[in-house]
């Protein structure tokens, strides 16, 4: 448990990448009472600093000895990282918030989005998971809905940005969009494909059954964080030449009936969402108007005329941030709370 004070030690693990970079500045926005900020990243970048409350903080290779007294480390440093030095950091006395999926379907580990599913913090036995991004931004959708109607089966395409995979994938749309609008040849790397003007119904490895690795995270978290193995899920999840911000066509069914008026009632009243769902004028959720927003945006809401009880919208969400980042700060802020 998180013991009481005025401020904490707080370690960002990953703090060069895209996602360690937000947290940064999440941080800084929601003036997190920090006592002092400990960045940690690869041999590759020591020796590099990072602005936090105007003020450059040096950037420390990560080891297994660095985590005596620090209170709270948000790992965003990939799965290898995160399997190999979240135990070592509890065992130093730390709270790990952990943004990989190495850890999130561990029957000792709470899978936490602070909207949804808040008391599972009060089980954790040192590391809490931070879910998948396309599934944060869904689940803080299906909660409220479930409980109103009851889900019985979910049907849902992601049209996911490249921020998703990192820097360097950001790097990669950026040089083939400029090397095609040049007419240079394009060499994919990051991605099996062109990922410029082009879209990949691809995301993580191919499993067995022909469901990608990131579609079964999506069911099986789901299911995870709504303490509910009944509700039925479907998942294709799409690589979108855009920079950032997931979207989902989502459909869902449900046991009672929900007119699609009572579903835009519902969502306008919970928090951490923002109904944006005025088709006359043109006016939906985008990438492009999301990016860099807190919370998850919902449109196009309207009922599925093919069932009995059907129910389709669009979600979007800024991945970096409620995907990622902001999620993992908010379960901080719970644990301050709850201290
Ligand atoms: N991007 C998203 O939307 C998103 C959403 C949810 C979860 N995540 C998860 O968050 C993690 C980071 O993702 P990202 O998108 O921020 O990736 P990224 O931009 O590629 O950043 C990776 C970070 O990990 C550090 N790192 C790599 N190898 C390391 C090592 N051996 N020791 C210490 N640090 C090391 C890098 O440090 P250097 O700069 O020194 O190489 C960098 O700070 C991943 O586990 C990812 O699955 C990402």
């Known amino acids: 448990m998180l013991k009481k004070k005025d401020k904490y030690i707080i370690a960002v693990v990953g703090a060069t990448g895209v996602v360690g970079n937000e947290m940064l500045k999440i941080l800084e926005e929601r003036n997190f009472p920090i006592e002092e900020l400990r960045l940690f990243a690869s041999e590759r970048s020591e020796g590099k600093t990072l602005n936090f409350h105007n003020k450059a903080v040096p950037v420390e290779m990560l080891g297994e000895t660095v985590f005596k007294g620090i209170d709270i480390a948000l790992f965003s440093a990939g799965g290898e990282r995160s399997k190999h030095f ?93 090397d095609i609008l040049n007419f240079k040849d394009v060499k994919p790397n990051v991605y099996p494909h062109q990922i410029a003007f082009s879209c990949l119904p691809h995301i993580d490895k191919f499993m067995e059954g022909g469901y990608t690795k990131e579609e079964l995270k999506m069911v099986n978290e789901t299911k995870k964080i709504l303490g509910d193995d009944s509700i039925k899920i479907t998942v294709t999840t799409v690589r979108v030449p855009v920079f950032r911000c997931h979207s989902e066509s989502v459909n869902i069914e449900t046991e009672k009936k929900l007119p699609a008026n009572e579903v835009r009632a519902l969502l306008s009243t919970t928090p951490g969402i923002i109904v944006y769902d005025v088709p006359e004028e043109n006016l939906y959720p985008h990438p492009a108007d999301v990016a860099g927003k807190d919370e998850v945006y919902v449109g196009r809401i309207r009922e599925d005329e093919s069932i009995k009880n059907g129910i389709n919208m669009w979600i979007v969400a800024d991945n970096l941030r409620k995907g990622a980042a902001l999620n993992a700060v908010q379960i901080a802020e719970k644990l301050i709370e709850a201290s």
Not at 139 to 161: E, G, M, N, Y
């Open 86 to 178: 979240a135990p070592i950091a509890v065992k130093a006395g730390c709270i790990v918030i952990d943004n990989s999926s190495v850890w999130r379907m561990d029957p000792d580990v709470p899978l936490v989005v602070p909207e949804v599913n808040p008391d599972d913090l009060k089980w954790h036995k040192g590391i809490i998971a931070n879910p998948n991004c396309s599934t944060i931004q869904m689940v803080v959708v299906l909660k409220p809905v479930h409980d109103a109607a009851k889900i019985k089966r979910v049907v849902v395409t992601t049209f996911q940005s490249v921020s998703g995979t990192g820097k360097k994938a950001m790097d990669e749309l950026l040089h083939q969009t400029t």
